[in-house]
């Protein structure tokens, strides 16, 4: 099986540069079209164990980010995000691409996949029965699901859950996961041999970095669960673990 990682870096640039990279994540094959060294590097480690279909392979999502052009390149570089030749957000600064790259895949998802019920929530696995994690931002929830598949669960999502309309399991969608400001070094202490992109600072969310997930719940990607258990993670500062 093709992955980014077999690619290597200079074919994995071309592509992108080209004829956009198909890449698989979950039920969804997305082409990815882009000249961003950053993102390029980015995708690169966080994506490395990821299938990539071929060029002529149908995509569900097109998508392209670009700079700034022109003196905007120089005064003040950006990022663009570009969905079907639309742009439905403002830009970023450039040091946000692959942030802005893994919220617009989640916007991708939300707002394009009427195949599944999709709720806002993590969700992780282990037995084949899975844990759905719902809860507002700042609650913990990403915290949460990133500690607990670094103790031996799987991770399917760690922002939307896929609920099949027929039978009601939920199909993976794992992809990096995102962690907010004392987040980040809470799970880096907590498991250090995981794999983290650089903190990005000044974002809407504040510090963004991503948490690589692991090889075994990307190649599990196609393996859905039967949901188990509803948790609702809240988060306070200096209070004892508890649950209810």
């Not at 992108?16 to 990279?21: A, E, S």
């Not at 939300?110 to 507002?136: C, D, F, M, N, Y």
């Not at 907010?180 to 992109?197: E, H, L, V, W």
Request: charged share 20%.
């Amino acid at each position: 099986m093709l992955t980014v990682a077999t690619l290597g870096r200079r074919e994995l640039g071309a592509r992108l540069r080209g004829p956009g990279l198909r890449l698989q994540t979950g039920p969804f094959v997305t082409c990815i079209r882009s000249t961003l060294a950053p993102l390029l590097d980015a995708l690169g480690t966080m994506y490395a164990d990821y299938p990539v279909l071929d060029d002529g392979a149908l995509a569900d999502f097109h998508v392209r980010l670009s700079g700034s052009r022109g003196l905007w390149r120089l005064v003040r570089p950006q990022v663009h995000f570009h969905y079907d030749g639309m742009a439905p957000f403002q830009p970023l600064p450039l040091d946000q691409a692959f942030p802005m790259f893994e919220w617009a895949m989640n916007w991708c998802v939300s707002s394009q996949a009427h195949s599944w019920l999709v709720i806002h929530a993590a969700v992780i696995e282990k037995g084949g029965r899975a844990a759905i994690l719902p809860a507002p931002p700042g609650s913990g929830k990403s915290t949460l699901c990133a500690a607990l598949v670094n103790r031996g669960w799987r991770l399917l999502s760690d922002e939307l859950t896929l609920v099949r309309l027929d039978d009601g399991r939920i199909d993976p969608l794992p992809r990096p996961v995102s962690l907010k400001n004392a987040s980040i070094g809470i799970i880096r202490d907590y498991a250090p041999q995981a794999a983290f992109t650089r903190p990005v600072a000044d974002t809407v969310k504040g510090t963004v970095a991503h948490m690589r997930a692991s090889s075994d719940s990307v190649a599990r990607a196609l393996e859905p669960a039967l949901p188990a258990w509803i948790v609702f993670p809240q988060w306070r500062s200096g209070a004892p673990a508890e649950l209810h």
